[in-house]
């Protein structure tokens, strides 16, 4: 069992900067692929980032790339996701999730734990 929380959520304006945070529970953090998805309400849950246990391969949404950079550090059993050049289309609520699969997901349906979930606004 893993239990995620994530924070560094809150309101910034159009082009600012946001550094989420993700605290995981357990011994084995280095075993599970961690990811960022995020959702509007009434739209589909969007894949952001995810990285892999070591933390030497990323991949990441078209929507963010070059924007948004996850990484994470094993030590702490935290993942991060520093997010730069911020649009208003960004404004959704961010979800932090993990896997046993130890390969890049990029589907909600592959995550087997996730967070409560931190809201970020971008104001025009």
């Known amino acids: 069992q893993v239990q995620l929380v994530e924070s560094g959520g809150g309101l910034v304006q159009a082009g600012g900067s946001l550094r989420l945070s993700c605290a995981a529970s357990g011994r084995t953090f280095t075993s599970y692929t961690m990811g960022w998805f995020r959702q509007v309400p009434g739209e589909e849950r969007e894949f952001v980032a995810a990285i892999l246990g070591r933390g030497d391969i990323t991949y990441y949404g078209d929507s963010v790339k070059g924007r948004f950079t996850i990484s994470r550090d094993n030590a702490k059993n935290t993942v991060y996701l520093q997010m730069n050049s911020l649009k208003p289309e960004d404004t959704a609520v961010y979800y932090c999730?993990?896997?046993?699969?130890?390969?890049?997901?990029?589907?909600?349906?592959?995550?087997?734990?996730w967070g409560q979930g931190t809201q970020v606004t971008v104001s025009s």
């Open positions: 999730a993990a896997t046993g699969m130890r390969t890049i997901v990029t589907i909600r349906g592959g995550y087997d734990y």
